[in-house]
T-cell receptor, first 111, second 117 residues
Framework: RKEVEQDPGPFNVPEGATVAFNCTYS??????FFWYRQDCRKEPKLLMS???SGNEDGRFTAQLNRASQYISLLIRDSKLSDSATYLC????????????FGTGTRLKVLA | GAVVSQHPSRVICKSGTSVKIECRSL??????MFWYRQFPKKSLMLMAT?????????EQGVEKDKFLINHASLTLSTLTVTSAHPEDSSFYIC?????????????FGPGTRLTVT
């Protein structure tokens, strides 16, 4: 089983739609969780950290379910500019710690 | 957010030569930096964790003698690809941990695209 798993997509959605991505992780000792956005041929950019209580930033909502070991990202009212690859990142203890990336989920928002 | 720079952004070298990539944290001190490589349409794969003042920790399957990492200061880590071969062509990205926060957010450099001919 991969340490961090995501559906690679692509998810093709019309503008204005709501779309949700899930990510599962295997290490129950994982401490911190993040969603990053990566545009083609660019470096990843932090979208949001994911907290146990869930957190929201504008149109984006992230949730963490420790019992089931998954995190989710919900995007409401999709914009064309949301088209990108969304990477799930998990911080796992390893000596000190390290970050493991999921394969990413591609989102295409269509006009 | 925190700023991380990488240099060069793009490099083309001949097979057998060595290439050094620099990663700098510009407005914060980073005791830990990470080096990743990314193949086209693939996710980032952690190569090694670079700790200031100590040896890097390499992931399984990454040759430490081929990918030399030096983290000589709190703002600079370097990755040297020695005796590069065409299969080393990839997008190399560094990141730095902003530390001191409970969430351990990391910020990425813009990446270096290496092409070995």
């Amino acid at each position: 089983r991969k340490e961090v798993e995501q559906d690679p997509g692509p998810f093709n959605v019309p503008e204005g739609a709501t779309v949700a991505f899930n990510c599962t992780y295997s290490n129950s000792a994982s401490q911190s969780f993040f969603w990053y956005r990566q545009d083609c041929r660019k470096e990843p950019k932090l979208l949001m950290s994911v907290y146990s209580s869930g957190n929201e930033d504008g149109r984006f909502t992230a949730q963490l379910n420790r019992a089931s070991q998954y995190i989710s990202l919900l995007i409401r009212d999709s914009k064309l500019s949301d088209s990108a690859t969304y990477l799930c990142v998990v911080n796992v203890p390893s000596g000190t710690y390290k970050y493991i990336f999921g394969t990413g989920t591609r989102l295409k928002v269509l006009a | 957010g925190a700023v991380v720079s990488q240099h060069p952004s793009r490099v083309i070298c001949k097979s057998g030569t060595s290439v050094k990539i620099e990663c700098r944290s510009l407005d914060f001190q980073a005791t830990t930096m990470f080096w990743y490589r990314q193949f086209p349409k693939k996710s980032l794969m952690l190569m090694a964790t670079s700790n200031e003042g100590s040896k890097a920790t390499y992931e399984q399957g990454v040759e430490k003698d081929k990918f030399l990492i030096n983290h000589a200061s709190l703002t600079l880590s370097t990755l040297t690809v020695t005796s590069a071969h065409p299969e080393d062509s990839s997008f190399y990205i560094c990141s730095a941990d902003v530390g001191g926060k409970s969430s351990y957010e990391q910020y990425f450099g813009p990446g270096t695209r290496l092409t070995v001919t």
